[in-house]
């Protein structure tokens, strides 16, 4: 570990120089100046907090895992979240995300992902039989990231609420959280526009719009309450979890606000994960084919929770896709107090970036980094693996709670796409990163898309 001495300092000047560059695409940025001085470094984020920017593993598991009690998630990183979608898991710290965590957790284990893959498989069915009608009318390029976004909003709504919400009601609440989306990416990564979004009336939209969402979730809280009626869905689940110490559920707004916080969470990170996987694919046939002997030799049209584990390549085909492109590509912890870990100080107030996309292509954690190989992941190879050197979903107690749910939503949605087509990357399509809160494909994934 290094000491404090050893950390390179860029001044406030510097930093608020490159803003430009920050605001376009900050990991080239902060690459360069890893291989410059090394793999942590101070900077200011957003211009003004004094943050240890990182990849040494060593140093992210402290911070997640080790002393995890010490550090929380800054507001710079929950306020535009809370503000626009409420106070649940992902934007809560202390005693109040314990408490919603332990209520919450089980609604996520692999019982309950069980009873979900009929709905995933559904959801992915009908999204074939979309495909394959389209290609029917003669449409044969399709944009993928706003496909996979269209179809994991789907997976994510479907789970929430089965069929008890009306198509009119679930399209206004997907629009809802498509806008939610883009506002909250704009209040993070142009704060200092805020003042122009208030003056033309965007920030009063979008607080609108939230207010619509709510009254959509709410009524719908209300009948299921009303009825008395079970489902097999994730809302059930949370209607009916029960608080430890006081056996009591949550309330209403308690509800909406985790419903809003699991929507927002849960579709964007998968949707780009997926899209990834069209170009990573694309460009090693070998895998590819690979990919495809495995469905075939699965042999099955609709998949049971039993086959999940019969498709090991997709999941590793994931995991590599996520270590070349990590949907989550940088998250910030700050000190609660003054903290030392093998002589590096950490002052009270401090922030720590971790920076995922630099631990996933890291030199000193992987070999040939650039290369796509999901060999990298296969149950012998994993076990080398340096601890924090690949965290997509983060760590420690707050690792992100829809893994599960996340890993087996893509191993079906992989299933279903290539037992039914062959996708070719449209000739020329620039293929760019876009990192906002999420890391997108800039200029999405143009794919040719045909009959299997
Ligand atoms: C490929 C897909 C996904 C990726 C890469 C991903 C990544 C992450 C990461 C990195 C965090 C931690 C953020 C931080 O510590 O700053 C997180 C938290 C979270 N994720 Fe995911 N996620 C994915 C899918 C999902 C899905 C499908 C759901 C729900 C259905 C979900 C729900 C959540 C929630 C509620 C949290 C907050 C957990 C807590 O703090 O207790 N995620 N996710």
Redesign the pocket.
């Known amino acids: 570990m290094v000491t404090n001495k050893d950390i390179k300092e860029l001044p406030r000047y510097q930093v608020l120089l490159s803003l430009n560059k920050i605001v376009k695409n900050p990991i080239p940025l902060i690459t360069e100046t890893m291989e410059k001085h090394g793999s942590t470094y101070i900077t200011y984020l957003g211009g003004v907090a004094k943050t240890y920017m990182t990849i040494d593993p060593q140093l992210i598991q402290h911070v ?1 895992q080790k002393n995890h009690k010490n550090y929380f ?1 800054p507001k710079i ?1 929950t306020e535009a979240i809370s503000k626009f979608v409420g106070h ?3 934007t809560i710290n202390g005693d109040y ?1 314990l408490k ?2 332990r209520m ?1 957790q089980p609604s ?1 284990h692999r019982e309950k992902i069980q009873g979900l893959v009929k709905i995933m498989n559904n959801v992915a069915s009908d999204y074939v039989k979309e495909i394959k009608a389209k290609l029917e009318s003669g449409q044969k390029e399709f944009e993928m990231h706003y496909e996979m976004s269209l179809l ?1 909003l789907k997976m ?1 709504s479907r ?1 929430l609420f089965s069929d008890s919400i009306s198509v009119k009601d679930l399209d206004r609440l997907n629009d809802i959280i498509s806008v939610i989306q883009f506002t909250i990416a704009k209040e993070i990564r142009q704060s200092m526009f805020a003042w122009w979004r208030k003056l033309t009336g965007e920030t009063k939209r979008a607080e609108a719009l939230r207010a619509e969402a709510v009254s959509i979730i709410e009524n719908l809280i209300e009948n299921r309450r009303k009825s008395g009626k079970r489902y097999d869905d ?1 809302l059930d689940m949370l209607l009916h979890s029960k608080y430890e110490d006081t056996d009591e559920g949550m309330t209403n707004l308690q509800i909406v606000d ?1 419903v809003m ?2 929507f927002v ?3 964007e ?2 949707a ?2 997926l899209s990834w996987q069209f170009y990573t694919l694309f460009e090693n046939q070998n895998a590819q084919q690979k990919l495809r002997v495995e469905i075939k030799s699965l042999d099955k049209e609709e998949l049971e929770f039993m086959d999940i584990p019969k498709l090991p390549y997709a999941k590793q085909v ?1 995991a590599e896709t ?1 270590r070349l492109y ?3 590509w940088l ?2 912890r700050i000190a609660l107090e003054d903290d030392e870990i093998d002589g590096l100080k950490i002052d009270k107030g401090d922030l720590v970036g971790l920076f ?1 996309y630099g631990c996933h292509h890291n030199k000193d954690s992987w070999d040939r980094v650039e290369e796509f190989d999901p060999e990298r992941f296969s149950k012998e190879r994993k076990k080398d693996m340096v601890p924090y050197s690949y ?4 760590g420690g ?7 599960q ?3 087996t ?2 191993q079906i949605v992989l299933h279903h796409l290539y037992k039914h087509f062959n996708f070719e990357l449209v000739k020329d399509h620039p293929v760019e990163l876009q990192p906002l809160v999420t890391l997108r494909p800039k200029h999405g994934i143009k794919m040719l898309v045909s009959h299997a």
């Not at 965290?391 to 983060?394: E, L, M, Q, V, Y």
């Not at 707050?398 to 893994?403: A, E, F, K, N």
């Open positions: 997640l998630k990183q649940g898991l992902l995300w919603q965590r919450i996520f994991t994510v789970s994730m985790e916080i699991i969470a849960g579709f990170t998968t780009n994960a994931m996520m990590p949907p989550a998250t910030s995922i965290f997509p979903f983060s107690p707050r690792l992100c709670i829809g893994v749910f996340a890993e939503e893509m």
